[in-house]
């Protein structure tokens, strides 16, 4: 099971991967994660993609990708795995089509309006140690500026400003809008409401894997 979720930029793709991640064991692949570990650590990769995530545009397409064919052929993806911010394009979306086509998929689509968008990033906080997401807007941690998992104090993630939001939106836009059409041709795409609290959000998402999951079994058992 391949479970995509896209949506724009603060949607909530990255907290409802590690739910997902937590409730049936997939593992959620965050492509920004990986590459803000790789500039982290001061990698090739790194230094490569760098200036493009500083303001808000895409890494080039063939360090990405290559990042994630190595990725979902570890191990603990042999049953299924959640991607979050991948794909980003068409491009992408072949790509991953081609290395990893026959595994069913679902592409769940997080949407919510566009204010409600740059009000959460603006609130988005992250912690460097354990990559969890927080958002001052719907949840407060335990201690003021701390991370709740791991005592980590709490960061704004360096994108988080307007000016690189209002980028990334027109990226979104323009560049991985279009997979609305790709995933609807496929006959995988799924598009709910994002708007509402973490599990008003949590339960639509649930509701569809489990469907999903339900015919896959029922398909394997006609087999
Ligand atoms: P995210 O954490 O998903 O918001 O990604 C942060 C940044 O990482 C993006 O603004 C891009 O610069 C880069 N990035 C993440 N995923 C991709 C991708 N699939 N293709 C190209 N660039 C990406």
């Known amino acids: ?45 790194g230094r490569k993609a760098a200036a493009q995530m500083k303001k808000g545009g895409l890494v080039k397409d063939d360090l990405v990708v290559e990042m994630m064919k190595e990725r979902i052929f570890k191990e603990d993806c042999r049953v299924g795995y959640v991607l979050d911010g991948f794909p980003r394009n068409i491009f992408q979306a072949r790509e991953l089509e081609a290395a990893d086509g026959q595994r069913k998929e679902i592409a769940i689509d997080i949407q919510l309006p566009e204010k409600i968008i740059v009000e959460r990033l603006l609130a988005r906080r992250v912690c460097p140690e354990c990559e969890s997401i927080l958002n ?24 988080d400003t307007l000016e690189v939001i209002e980028e990334r939106l027109k990226v979104y836009h323009q560049q991985t809008k279009p997979l609305v059409g790709y995933y609807r041709e496929k006959n995988t795409y799924r598009r709910i409401d994002g708007s509402g609290g973490i599990q008003a959000v949590s339960r639509q998402i649930y509701a569809l894997l489990e469907a999903a999951m339900a015919n896959h079994s029922e398909k394997e058992a006609r087999k």
């Open 136 to 159: 001052l807007s719907l949840t407060k941690p335990k201690q003021e500026g701390i991370c709740d998992h791991c005592g980590t104090e709490l960061i704004r993630r360096e994108d």
């Open 1 to 45: 099971m391949r479970i995509i979720l896209f949506g724009p930029p603060g949607s909530g793709k990255g907290t409802q991967g590690e739910l997902i991640q937590s409730k049936y064991g997939f593992p959620k692949i965050s492509t920004g994660d990986l590459l803000r570990q790789e500039v982290a650590a001061g990698t090739p990769l």
